[in-house]
């Protein structure tokens, strides 16, 4: 399947009140990839990303995430599957990851967030050996529906011919509108 038909797909099923919730634009220095988030339960939610590569690779991600707080520290932890068809890479599989993100506002305007998954290579099916992605940003809020997110993070899958390959390694701008 091609970018065009997945980004179209992504964005019709945005518009669904099914997925009511959130919607995201990530912007990489090789990816572009769109986000959609809703809490299914006060206390537990899913996600769904796309991001594709301009090495003609594209990535998908579904996760289940139970949600909590401690003090002004939010959280979500859980598991996704991620599949990655990637021509130029020469790697199709894909992996289930476990971990999680972490928020801490700092005032009104400003959050500090990170995130940590892995996926060990009992996990991975396909070519992909195993998984791991961290992320590192400052989120600014706009308006009360809507943030921008300035980060950095990294995206690697393990080969199962003892190859790493970057999906993403640098900074990222992502666009959040609440719903």
Do not use: C
């Not at 599989?93 to 999680?100: D, L, R, S």
């Amino acid at each position: 399947m091609k970018a065009p038909y997945i980004a179209a797909l992504v964005l019709a099923t945005a518009s669904s009140s099914v997925f009511a919730g959130g919607v995201a634009f990530r912007f990489g220095t090789d990816t572009f990839g769109v986000s959609l988030a809703g809490d299914m339960s006060p206390e537990s939610s899913a996600q769904f990303d796309w991001l594709h590569h301009e090495d003609d690779a594209d990535m998908v991600a579904l996760g289940l995430y139970a949600n909590g707080q401690r003090g002004a520290l939010s959280g979500r932890v859980g598991a996704k599957a991620i599949g990655l068809e990637g021509d130029d890479f020469d790697l199709d599989g894909g992996a289930v990851a476990f971990g999680g993100d972490l928020s801490l506002p700092l005032n009104e305007i400003v959050r500090l967030r990170a995130g940590l998954y892995y996926a060990p290579s009992a996990t991975g099916f396909g070519d992909v050996d195993g998984y791991d992605e961290w992320s590192l940003s400052a989120e600014f809020s706009l308006f009360q529906n809507s943030a921008i997110q300035v980060g950095y993070g990294s995206m690697d899958f393990d080969a199962d011919n003892g190859k790493k390959i970057e999906f993403e390694d640098g900074a990222f701008v992502r666009l959040q509108l609440r719903l």
